[in-house]
């Protein structure tokens, strides 16, 4: 068999009787202008088990975070101390998710190695990143991981298997396989479905049979910059540790859920922009327009047709140019939305203009990568917001 990064994990979840819809919380980059949500989310959790208490919201960033980081660390050893977890043997988790917006989604939480992922323009590798990584966003995060004795991951890696080798004869046997939870999901975030897979070395030998010439397998979907946080926090750890050390540390592998590029849950949505503390007249004016295309500016809730082209990369990598240069010279914010009638609504409010991006064709994504290096930053969503990952499974990353 070819050499793979997949290696086989103990994942860790909340032991039998906790109570799931508060456990699992959604991935801690969507909701970042809604502190509605939060708030309600808060509300809902209370006191009890949750990954609310072991993830730091991105909305909370650009304040001071220093007491949230910590309290992350704190709240992972006392769960740990408390016997909140259960750690399964080694295996791998079947993730079945229905939603309200795509057929269901099947994906199989992993782990990988780390050093087989890169985030480098042009790099060789098992692991590719699919947008450009933004490299001042890591150290914040490493701050998290530093005092972290756990990691949950919201990070889904993309496989391009159009005959299914790897999971069809998985999911066709699920009903054999043990169950680990089956609950819904808070916040309308839909019902999800786990099942263990002690059997794993037919499932690695199909990973390795997808690797292209230059070695490439997998590329991520969502959360490459908590996945590049953890391969910096792994080269950080790495370089005091001898050559034996490095082969079994546990921050050498990072747990993730691997998704079928051609899975039918799987969609491709376009990441429009919102843009905050501006004269909307002045920065319609000279907003760029180019050819044809779904592009559109969104002043007061009323959609401007703003062509920038046929390619989706292209679209957003002009609008993106032109909202950093607005900015740099007039002041302002950008934030990125997942959803035209989020955009729409936040119009509305003063001083705001939504641009609104055209969707990428999943199929075309290996390739354009391949070709390009890299895409602009939040090129494309996979489903709308409440169809992103939920913290559930865990993984240990200090050594014992």
């Not at 032991?15 to 202008?33: N, R």
């Not at 072991?54 to 660390?73: Q, V």
């Not at 990584?133 to 919201?154: D, N, Q």
Request: glycine share 10%.
């Amino acid at each position: 068999m070819k050499d793979c990064c997949v290696k086989v994990p103990k994942i860790l979840l909340p032991k039998e009787g906790t109570d799931m819809e508060k456990w699992a919380v959604i991935a801690c980059d969507q909701h970042t202008s809604d502190t509605a949500y939060w708030q309600k989310l808060e509300e809902l959790v209370g006191d009890a088990p949750s990954t609310l208490r072991l993830t730091l919201p991105e909305i909370y960033l650009s304040g001071d975070c220093t007491a949230r980081i910590a309290a992350i660390g704190e709240k992972m050893d006392e769960y740990a101390r408390k016997g909140v977890f259960r750690r399964l043997g080694e295996g791998f988790v079947l993730v079945e998710r229905d939603t309200p917006y795509s057929p269901t989604r099947f994906g199989l939480v992993i782990s990988v190695d780390l050093e087989a992922y890169s985030y480098e323009v042009g790099a060789k590798a098992q692991i590719k990143a699919t947008e450009a990584t933004i490299v001042e966003r890591i150290p914040p995060r490493m701050r998290i991981r530093a005092g972290a004795s756990l990691e949950f991951p919201h990070v889904m890696l993309l496989y391009d298997d159009r005959e299914d080798s790897v999971l069809k004869d998985v999911k066709a046997r699920r009903g054999g396989l043990a169950k680990l939870y089956d609950f819904d999901l808070n916040m309308g975030g839909g019902h999800i479905r786990g099942y263990f897979v002690p059997d794993t070395q037919g499932i690695v030998a199909a990973f390795a049979a997808l690797a292209d010439e230059d070695g490439l397998i997998f590329m991520v979907g969502d959360g490459n910059h908590s996945l590049a946080t953890a391969k910096a926090s792994w080269d950080k750890i790495k370089a005091n540790l001898s050559e034996e050390e490095k082969r079994d540390h546990p921050a050498r592998y990072a747990l993730v859920e691997a998704v079928n590029l051609y899975d039918g849950g799987i969609r491709f949505e376009a990441i429009h922009r919102i843009v905050k503390g501006v004269a909307p007249e002045k920065f319609s004016a000279g907003f760029p327009r180019e050819g044809e295309g779904e592009a559109f500016l969104v002043v007061g809730g009323q959609k401007i047709a703003c062509p920038l082209g046929t390619d989706a990369a292209a679209a957003v990598e002009k609008a993106d140019r032109y909202i950093a240069r607005y900015l740099a010279e007039n002041g302002g914010e950008v934030d990125y939305i997942h959803g035209a009638e989020e955009v729409e609504r936040l119009s509305r409010q003063e001083g705001c203009v939504g641009v609104l991006l055209p969707k990428m064709d999943k199929s075309a994504l290996f390739a354009a990568v391949k070709r390009h290096g890299c895409l602009p930053r939040k090129t494309f969503s996979m489903g709308e917001s409440a169809e992103k990952r939920y913290y559930i499974e865990g993984k240990e990353i200090v050594k014992k």
